[in-house]
């Protein structure tokens, strides 16, 4: 580029009209060509140079973001499905296991079952004592509106706690008639003041014993003995000659 400057300089100084001056002219205007296409190249080098650089700065910048923003969406999705799964867990561990209407879990035996077999024998003279159910005692069961307590078939621990004539009315067809008036003791062992009433209801699947009439009434005044959840025993016994149940919570 010095070069080419310098011979610009000296053809300034040349005498206008000489040969010589014309042929430097000549040999000036082939190199400046020259170097012009030299600089040109170098300049168009130099773009690419940098062109090529500054996309691959780009494209290493945009692989780093993208990088960063994957591992922070893994890490999300990691902590989310942890927490999920934590969650889970702990719900899980809190549910209280209900039996589901239908099932038959395990007789339970314990003190309180035999302190009311005993009560009943030795204390009220009671004979023929049988274990009828033994249930979870639902939010129906405790409902006003219900008014009973309700014993289904498949239930059963025995259906052999009735004489032949006592089946027959509660099987009958006739409305108010297939009722048997029985007395019920209490989870407190007393005897309940009012009296109750067994009948039989046919149901979609199955066929139900229920007590009713004042069962609402006796569950109110029992409620801090028979929650709503808990797990009850019905048992039958016979007092002169008479048929009578009684409740009790195992749990």
């Keep these: ?7 610009i300089k000296h053809a300034n100084f ?5 040969s010589t001056r014309r042929r430097n002219q000549r040999i000036l205007t082939t190199k400046n060509n020259q170097y012009l296409r030299k600089i040109e190249e170098l300049a168009n080098d130099m773009l690419r140079f940098f ?9 290493n910048a945009m692989s780093v973001v993208k990088d960063e923003v994957s591992a922070e969406r893994l890490r999300k999705s990691k902590g989310k499905r942890l927490r999920s799964t934590t969650s889970v867990v702990k719900n899980v561990s809190k549910k209280r296991k209900v039996p589901k209407k239908g099932e038959r879990p395990p007789v339970v035996t314990n ?21 009828v159910i033994q249930k979870t005692l639902y939010k129906s069961d405790t409902l006003k509106t219900q008014n009973r307590l309700n014993m289904p078939f498949n239930q059963l621990e025995t259906n052999k706690f009735l004489t032949e ?5 509660v099987e009958s067809d006739v409305p108010k008639e297939n009722n048997i008036e029985v007395s019920l003791l209490g989870p407190t062992l007393e005897m309940y ?12 699947s199955t066929y139900n ?5 004042n069962w609402y009434q006796f569950w109110f005044d029992n409620k801090q003995h028979l929650k709503e959840g808990s797990k009850i025993q019905v048992w039958s016994f016979r007092r002169d000659q008479q048929l009578c149940f009684a409740i009790v919570c195992v749990e």
């Design 209 to 213: 014993y229920v007590l009713k009439t």
């Design 1 to 7: 580029m010095e070069d080419t400057l310098v011979l």
């Design 193 to 204: 003041k009012l009296k109750m009433e067994l009948t039989m209801w046919p149901m979609l």
């Design 165 to 169: 004539d006592e089946r027959q009315i």
């Design 14 to 18: 040349i005498p206008e009209g000489s």
């Design 111 to 131: 003190e309180i079952t035999q302190r009311l077999n005993e009560f009943i024998v030795d204390e009220m003279k009671g004979t023929d004592v049988k274990l």
């Design 51 to 59: 062109r090529d650089k500054e996309l691959k700065n780009k494209s």
